[in-house]
């Protein structure tokens, strides 16, 4: 009888020991299947990461650009307003110059009108002799 209890012990403890084996084989089924699941997702985050960095990286990059065009505009605009200010003082410069040379002028024939109006021809003659005759002198 003690044999035969010693049997069935020995029965019952395989038979536990058998369902524990099944246990732990299940548990880790469903630990690797937890560990599958973990590494898809951090694979689908670093993915995900990634693309975000690289859209991030052409936002800014796009970003710079459209800022280097606004400060290529605005200095191509500088540079075109220092032309016209410049141009303009050429052109103000030429158009002083001008109307001082014809007021100098306008003074000179002025001058001159009121010299020889009261002039009698023969004085003029006299005068143009002389004045001709001193600039033939001097060359």
């Known amino acids: 009888m003690y044999r035969h209890e010693a049997e069935r012990l020995e029965q019952e403890a ?12 299940a548990e880790a089924e469903r630990s690797r299947k937890e560990l599958l699941e973990l590494q898809a997702n951090s694979a689908a985050v670093e993915s995900t990461g990634q693309a975000k960095a690289e859209a991030q990286s052409r936002a800014e990059a796009a970003k710079i650009e459209g800022e280097a065009a606004v400060d290529q505009a605005k200095l191509k605009a500088e540079a075109m307003k220092i032309e016209a200010v410049s141009s303009c003082s050429r052109d103000l410069c030429v158009t002083v110059v001008v109307l001082v040379s014809h007021s100098r002028l ?34």
């Open 106 to 139: 306008m003074f000179l024939n002025r001058s001159l009108n009121k010299k020889f109006i009261g002039m009698t021809p023969s004085a003029f003659k006299n005068l143009l002799k002389t004045h001709l005759f001193s600039l033939s002198y001097n060359m």
């Open 14 to 25: 395989k038979g536990r020991l058998e369902r524990q084996k099944i246990t732990d084989e």
